[in-house]
């Protein structure tokens, strides 16, 4: 398993951590994922899932650092900014005191698509996975995580599938791997709820 490992080239402004004010969303939602088992790392110790919240006014992002899936609780240490993204180059510019989320081009495509987007969990869960796959939109097998494969495979989404509306989508080539946005993080975590919840179903 290759999960955590960072695929883009990181171009890596290290810096002491952000204010915790300057997030207060995506630190309680991180939480309240890590509780219901959707961020998380595996008995191996290896870290999944990761959340991010757009900062005002622009596509850059907060959002959890890479390998800090096991943290209990996440604290502004845990936290990176993403200031650009250079997708067909596989780089990514980032800032703070721990390097940004090995999936986060996955969320800047999202910011970058979508102005209305303001929160993106990636939540790993592997009977919802299974349930939704190929039931909601679905990015390419053959795209590994956190890749332009994945970044193009996402924007092919979007534009062939209700992908915008749904705000969920799964990867078949990354078990496991589910993602859900919303105008702000609040939704975001209702959609992935309502999913589980039955609430809302894929057909």
Known sequence: MDEGYIKFQPVWEQRPAFPANDFPDLLYWRQRCYTAGWIGAYPDG?????????????????????????????????VARVTAVAAARNQLWCAGPIIASSESMSHAVLYEQLPGVGGVIHAHHLGLWENLLHQVPTTAAAAPYGSPEMVASIVDLLQTTDLAARKIFVMEGHREGIFTFGQDLAEAFAVLAAYFAGILTPF
């Open 46 to 78: 290896i870290g999944f899932g990761n959340i991010s919240q757009r900062i005002a006014g622009s596509d850059q992002f907060y959002i959890s650092g890479s390998a800090t899936g096991n943290f209990a609780v996440l604290t502004p240490a845990h």
